[in-house]
Every structure is written in structure tokens, then in C-alpha cells.
């Protein structure tokens, strides 16, 4: 049986210290996501991914590259990605034009962050565009659910082409409600029967191509009094029972502020994770808390084995197995060889 490694950490620097390296070797271990202060080039970067995967060949390096604003890796010829909005504007123009624009992007930005030895983007956004948070924004592809679940499907096509998995985001929906998770608990009083015929449709329409989910740090108060990412109602009984999902789960930043704040009081981050983990998540991030020593990291994973030794969650095979299946199954074209590669060519005139 597969240990289950559900914790995704971060490191403080460009290179791995002796901390960094005891941390990827803790068996709770399972996953390393990336910042633009983890990033000088590509060969800077491409030098890391090997240390990391040295200390644990099986690590999940994951980063949040999705285009537009969030981009950790902008220089040293990693290509501009636009927004993902722009492509839902060119979908109005030249609606197929748009799916195959949308399929070039995943394929460049899957392609380039793998050459570098990257192996998952949390990406694509699937909150829809009301046109109210400001934390979504730009990220989202449209307001229409049919459109935003097209162009997603598409652009995953272009990470599958590029031998890497998906990740949509935030579950059930993030676009609705003004207030940032990352700094405030938001609150969307709509009935579930709204959610799930607008919000949530594209997780449904995308339960078979789908290999990852992050829940939302939002609180949906007519179906759970938790955040969705806390969930059983959210994760086990909707999302893998109704809809059908049967990838990774990943929980949102357990740093933000949406996910410290439960059953009216502050919790502790080992707690969150435990809770996380019972509600059906398989993976649980923990976001820059490396950057002041990384006690907050330490902290979770020895308290993690507390949470486990007292009853409070118990390692699931089966999360084990799906964190697994998010790891690249081929191998990536160096980045030489990608530049000269045809269909990478073809996909940078592609994109809108």
C-alpha cells in the first residue's frame, strides 16, 4: 500500500537548504509549489526542479502559471500568456478560432514549464465572470458557463499535448462574491440549486476530462456552514457522488484567510489540514510560510502526525494513488528542442 503524502509546501529561495531538503523528505511530503521569488532564469530554475526531484523523484512540482497577472516565469524567454478573458473576447469574434487560440496557450504554457522540469500549473480557472471579484477578474474566461467549459476543455487539450495534467478552479465558484479569500472569509448566500446551474456546470461537463480540482475558500451558508474546500457536502457528496470527479483534489492555500477561520473560531494550520483532508481533499497547500524560516511548515507536518495519531484524519490509499497520476507520464522536449519543435512554432502564432 501507498504511504499518502497529502502536504504541498513551499521553499524560501532559488536553491534547496538543508531545511528545504529535510522537509521534502518527511513522508507527509508529497508536493512543492513554486513563486516568481523561487525564479532568476531558466537554467537557475531548471537546476532547482532537478535538486527537488533528486531529494524525491516522486515531489509534484506544481506552480500557479495561468497567464495575464498570474505568471510566476515572465523572463528568459517564457512566453507572455495572455489573460484568460482574452480568449473569451475572441471567442465572440470567431468562436472555433478561439478553442484552437486556447489550445496553443495550454500547450505553450504546459511545454515551457516542463522543459524547466515543472510538472503540474494549477490551471484553468473555471470561476465564471460577474464582473464582481476582483481576485477573479481577468482570470476568468467569460460569464457564460458554456463558453468558460469550451475554452477550459480546450486549453487542457494544450496541457495534455504537453504531457501535463489540469487543475481547475475554485469549485463550486469564486467569480460570484466581492470579497478576497486570501484576506476575508466571502460569503455567497445562493441557493445550491443556482450553483449548480451556472457555477458549477463546468465541472460537471468536464468530469471526464478534469484530472485536478481546488476547492473554493468561499462559504456557500445554504449548503454547508463550512468553507467548500472543508466540505463533505461540497467535495464527497456533490463533486465526486453527483457530478462524478474522480481526479486529485487539492485544497486552496490553508495560509489564506478563508481557510483560518472555522466553526467561529482561529485554527491552527495542522487543524485545517486535518479538516481539509476528512472533507474529502487529497492534497493540502501551505503557502509562503518558508520565507521567515519555515516553522509554520515544520508546525504542519509533525503536527499532521499528531492530527493522524489522535483520530482527526486517517491517510487514504486512494489519495495516494491520484496524487501520483498528476505526475507527467512522458518525457518533456528540452527546451533547445522545444524551440525548434513545429507544433510549439505553430502554437505561438496561434495564440490571441
Known amino acids: 500500500m501507498q504511504p499518502h503524502a497529502p502536504i504541498v509546501l513551499d521553499i524560501a529561495g532559488t536553491t534547496l537548504t538543508a531545511d528545504d531538503r529535510r522537509r521534502l523528505k518527511h513522508p507527509l511530503a508529497g508536493g512543492l509549489i513554486l513563486f516568481a521569488r523561487n525564479w532568476v532564469d531558466r537554467a537557475q530554475l531548471t537546476r532547482l526542479t532537478a535538486e527537488i526531484k533528486a531529494a524525491r523523484p516522486d515531489m509534484l512540482i506544481c506552480v500557479d502559471h495561468e497567464g495575464g497577472r498570474v505568471q510566476r516565469f515572465r523572463t528568459d524567454g517564457f512566453t507572455h500568456l495572455p489573460p484568460m478573458r482574452a480568449l473569451g473576447e475572441q471567442w465572440m469574434k470567431d468562436a472555433l478560432g478561439a478553442t484552437d487560440a486556447a489550445t496553443a496557450a495550454g500547450y505553450v504554457l504546459g511545454a515551457e514549464l516542463r522543459a524547466c522540469g515543472v510538472d503540474l500549473s494549477f490551471t484553468p480557472v473555471l470561476d465564471l465572470d460577474f464582473g464582481a471579484s476582483s481576485v477573479i477578474g481577468d482570470r476568468a474566461f467569460h460569464r457564460d458557463a458554456r463558453v468558460a467549459t469550451v ?3 480546450s486549453l487542457m487539450h494544450g496541457l495534455l499535448l504537453a504531457g501535463m495534467a489540469n487543475c481547475g478552479k475554485h469549485y463550486p465558484g469564486h467569480g460570484f462574491v466581492k470579497a478576497d479569500s486570501h484576506v476575508a472569509v466571502p460569503v455567497d448566500k445562493r ?3 443556482a450553483i449548480l446551474a451556472d457555477d458549477a456546470r463546468p465541472y460537471e461537463w468536464l ?3 478534469l484530472a485536478g480540482v481546488m476547492p473554493a475558500h ?5 449548503v454547508d456552514h463550512r468553507p467548500a474546500g472543508f466540505s463533505e457536502r461540497w467535495l464527497k457528496d456533490i463533486l465526486r457522488g453527483q457530478l462524478g470527479f474522480g481526479g486529485a483534489i487539492f485544497s486552496d492555500d490553508l495560509s489564506m484567510e478563508g481557510a483560518r477561520q472555522l466553526d467561529g473560531r482561529e485554527i491552527t494550520y495542522s487543524e485545517a489540514a486535518a479538516l481539509a483532508l476528512g472533507a474529502g481533499c487529497d492534497m493540502v497547500l501551505l503557502c509562503n510560510q518558508s520565507v521567515d524560516g519555515g516553522a509554520a511548515l515544520d508546525g ?7 492530527q493522524k495519531e489522535q483520530g482527526h484524519w486517517l491517510p487514504d490509499p486512494d489519495s495516494e494513488v491520484r496524487r501520483l497520476a498528476m505526475l507527467p507520464q512522458t518525457a518533456p522536449l528540452a527546451w533547445d528542442d522545444l524551440m525548434h519543435h513545429g ?3 505553430h502554437a505561438l502564432e496561434r495564440l490571441p
Request: glycine share 4%; charged share 15%.
Open 191 to 193: 441557493s445550491l440549486k
Open 151 to 153: 475554452l477550459a476543455k
Open 343 to 345: 507544433a510549439y512554432q
Open 300 to 306: 504542519l507536518l509533525d503536527g499532521l502526525i499528531v
Open 207 to 209: 468530469s471526464t476530462t
Open 218 to 222: 468561499v462559504i456557500f451558508p445554504k
